[in-house]
Each structure stands twice: as structure tokens, then as C-alpha cells.
């Protein structure tokens, strides 16, 4: 007897059809593990795959870190994939906004220690909420604390010193304008 209708169970991948499936899962699987554990912690996941990941991590390379892909991507497959894919797409954003920030934020941090005045009137134009007087004595700091770097350089002193001021300059900087996207 021939049924004119199609259940989900007389649907059968072709092996094609499975492989691309599974390199789908694999790739997530891959995705996941370059992830640090706080960054995992976000996203919603079995503790199953959890488990896969960890022990994916402590195995460098070779046939059983492939074994271990697998199994992490078997797992993925019973899993919600959709909702563990748009958790980690959250992710990159995130990830990707904070890198453009901090990006911006160190081109103006270069741009204020190298010509400070005109900088950091532009600045304080473009970012209202900044606190001008803040800013400006973390420059001036910032900008002492450079020349003071090069003097012991000149000298032929120790170049580790520390930063102090150029970096709170960067996360002032880095805050005003993650504030502000």
C-alpha cells in the first residue's frame, strides 16, 4: 500500500545532507571551545556539552582532540542549536563593539597625548558626557609621565615602567565613549 503523504519519520537524510549537518554542529563545537569559561557561562548550554568542552580543552592535538569534536558536536545535535548559536552570535557583537571601542579609544588617547589641546577640545565636543577637567589632568598626567619615559629611555634606563597614567587615560577615554555608542 502506497501512503501519498510524508511523515517527518519517512524523511531520511542523504549522507551528503548529514555530513553538512554535522560540520554545522562541529564548526559551533569549534566556535565554542576557543571561548574562555565566563564566556561559556552566558551561553545556554547542557551540561552534557559543558562536560565535552572541558575535556576538549585539556587535549592539545590530534586524532583524539577530532574524537572529542565529534562527541561536542553529537552533543550540540541534541541540543537547542538555535538557541546556543544566537548566544554565541550575542557574543561576538559584543566582543566585536568592545574591540571598536577600544580601538577608537586609543587612537584618541594618542591623538590627546601627542597634541593635547585641540584633541581634547574635539573630544569633549564629540563626547559631551566627558568630564573635561578629569580628562584634561589625566592627560596632562599622562603626558608628564611620557616625557618623563623618554628621558629614562634617553638614558638608557629601564623602558618597563609603568603606564599608570596613559592607562587610566585609555579607560576614562574607553568609558566615555562606550557611553556614548
Known sequence: MHHDTESEDDYILSRTEQKKTMQVYADLGK???ALSNKQLSTIPLSNEVLDALNVAK???????LKRQLSFIAKQIRKSDYESIQAALDELEQKD???DKVSKKAEQ???R?????TSA???FISQYETSDRQKLAQITRNAIKEKKQLEKIVKEGGNTNAPNKYKKQLFTL???H???HH
Open 112 to 116: 590627546l597625548l601627542n597634541e593635547e
Open 96 to 98: 566585536n563593539l568592545y
Open 108 to 110: 584618541w588617547r594618542d
Open 177 to 179: 565613549i562606550a557611553d
Open 173 to 175: 577615554l574607553r568609558t
Open 120 to 122: 581634547l577640545s574635539e
Open 58 to 64: 585539556k587535549i592539545s592535538v590530534g586524532n583524539a
Open 31 to 33: 566556535a565554542l571551545l
